[in-house]
């Protein structure tokens, strides 16, 4: 199993510019999450799913916003980037509702610089 | 809301040092406990979790925390470090009960070990 995926793992963009970065899981998870990475700020969650076609904000979810087509699926996108979403994002799924454990599984991040 | 908070910002030991990485949460209710380690350049990785039962988990690579109720702690513990330690590490905490999709961690211990 490949877990957690992540594309793309890098990407420079120009403020103004937009993007999307994809999130695949292939473990059969319900809930899939976005975070964001900082120095000294730990993970800050952006937004989250609980299930296909549902989606809710995080604490940080300004500038951005995220889709749920399919269940294997989580996408992020930044509209009109700005230098402060330079950052590395990081996708988690975790199980269903039956075995709500709280344990995410991560993916390798992506890193997103903004000019 | 729940808090995590983690009290040291940067530890530096030596090789064979003891280690112990404090973690604080503010929510009174039942909770999953959770340590995740960041290797440079990496994804967060599963370090340990505690769910109930014996308050003392073990985890992989040594390592071990401790839940005191009490003290809403959830303390990270090796008796002797090694190089290969130097990571990240962030303490998690997810409330159990309706709507408790999400995992809130602190932010972030970086640990540096010295051969």
């Known amino acids: 199993n490949a877990g957690v995926t992540q594309t793309p793992k890098f990407r420079v963009l120009k403020t103004g510019q937009s993007m999307t970065l994809l999130c695949a899981q292939d473990?059969?998870?319900?809930?899939m999450y976005w975070y964001r990475q900082d120095p000294g700020m730990g993970l800050r969650l952006i937004h989250y799913s609980v299930g296909e076609g549902t989606t809710a904000k995080g604490e940080v979810p300004d500038g951005y916003n995220v889709s749920r087509l399919k269940k294997q699926n989580f996408l992020l996108g930044l509209e009109s980037a700005a230098p402060s979403q330079t950052s590395v994002y990081f996708c988690?799924?975790?199980?269903?509702?039956?075995?709500?454990?709280?344990?995410?599984?991560f993916g390798e991040g992506s890193r997103l610089t903004v000019l | 809301a729940q808090s995590v908070s983690q009290h040291n910002h940067h530890v530096i030991l030596s090789e064979a040092a003891s280690l112990e990485l404090g973690c604080n949460y503010s929510y009174g209710g039942t909770v999953n406990l959770f340590w995740y380690v960041q290797y440079p350049g990496q994804h967060l990785q599963l370090l340990l979790k505690?769910?109930?039962?014996?308050?003392l988990v073990k985890g992989i690579k040594g390592f071990e925390a401790e839940f005191i109720k009490s003290k809403f702690s959830f303390n990270l513990r090796k008796p002797s470090v090694q190089w290969s330690d130097t990571a990240e590490y962030f303490c998690?905490?997810?409330?159990?009960?309706?709507?408790?999709?999400?995992?809130?961690f602190g932010k972030g211990t970086k640990l540096s070990v010295i051969p």
């Open positions: 473990m059969n998870h319900e809930y």
């Open positions: 998690a905490v997810n409330q159990v009960g309706a709507g408790s999709y999400q995992l809130t």
């Open positions: 505690y769910f109930s039962g014996d308050p």
């Open positions: 988690a799924s975790s199980y269903s509702r039956t075995v709500n454990t709280g344990e995410l599984f």
